[in-house]
């Protein structure tokens, strides 16, 4: 069941704003001295919000590197506190595509810029005392299907149940290189650094069991996209596997990455399958491919 509400997905309601560059710099301050009516927060926003587009393809660098001739334009949306990518909606739980560059909840750094407070500010405005809970999470430049419980036994529910409530997660990822084994299953168990990279240990048992399948989708000679199923859920998890495969994310330097041709993290949410906590029915919620993907691979 993919369900999309049309009233709810109408995203850029004023008109795209349009530039070329006319000399060689970096995206931030193009975008500073083309937009003089908006305050560095706002123009940052716009970037980590996926609203920027270079040459047709989302960019949320702030140093992007901009050439004489290209095209930039600036998706315009109506009411920044309205959410624009809901997939789903009932009175247990709310379902949207998170852009890449907007971090699921709040950081030491950044407490308001989030997919929690402008859902939370959403289903405020028909009653203030409503809340949302997290059930889990997205990486900030990972895009996708992200869900919020909206009361706190259904949060409870997928807590105490995550294993028998979803039955599937499913993940898009561009990877460097081409891959000798095309389908594979790689188990490992990953431990923490006191910097929070994740790796995985020496030994079975040496930290929380981590299971990712894959299967290569299409490839060139530079990249390969990858079908991935989760099998577990531990933080950065399809960022180790690939890594250790000798194949990272694109656009993924913390894990290793040296190549960024899509101007973000190579790695999109599409699949989220479960059993609704209450109806017990089963749900699809899917969010498409980013077009900045495809592109990659035509």
């Known amino acids: 069941m993919s369900i999309i509400n049309d009233k709810k997905n109408r995203q850029f309601q004023k008109k795209d704003m349009l530039f070329t560059a006319r000399e060689d710099c970096e ?43 290209q095209t930039i334009s600036v998706k315009s949306q109506s009411n920044n506190n309205s959410p624009s990518n809901i997939i789903y909606e009932d009175k247990e739980i709310i379902v949207i595509n998170k852009p890449a560059g907007l971090l699921s909840i709040a950081t030491e750094s950044e407490k308001e810029n989030t997919a929690y407070r402008i859902i939370t500010n959403y289903v405020r405005q028909s009653d203030p005392r409503n809340r949302i809970f997290v059930v889990h999470r997205l990486d900030q430049y990972t895009s996708g299907v992200l869900l919020f419980a909206k009361n706190e036994e259904i949060k409870r529910a997928f807590q105490n149940n995550w294993d028998k409530i979803v039955v599937n997660r499913g993940y898009t990822a561009i990877v460097e290189g081409k891959l000798n084994e095309k389908s594979g299953t790689i188990r490992s168990f990953l431990l923490e650094t006191k910097t929070h990279l994740m790796y995985s240990g020496h030994s079975d048992g040496d930290g929380l069991e981590a299971v990712t399948e894959y299967r290569v989708a299409r490839e060139t000679s530079e990249y390969s996209l990858l079908d991935i199923r989760l099998l577990t859920g531990r933080k950065n998890q399809i960022r180790v596997h690939t890594k250790e495969l000798g194949h990272p994310v694109i656009g993924d330097k913390k894990y290793g990455s040296t190549r960024n041709p899509i101007g973000r993290l190579g790695l999109h949410a599409n699949l989220l399958e479960l059993k609704h906590p209450v109806t017990n029915q089963n749900m699809r919620f899917e969010a498409p491919i980013p077009q900045e993907f495809s592109r990659l691979f035509n």
């Open 27 to 69: 995206l931030l301050t193009f975008l500073l001295e083309s937009l003089p009516n908006m305050s560095r927060n706002n123009v940052k926003n716009l970037l980590k919000n996926g609203a920027v587009y270079v040459n047709g393809i989302s960019v949320t660098q702030y140093n992007h590197k901009l050439s004489i001739g």
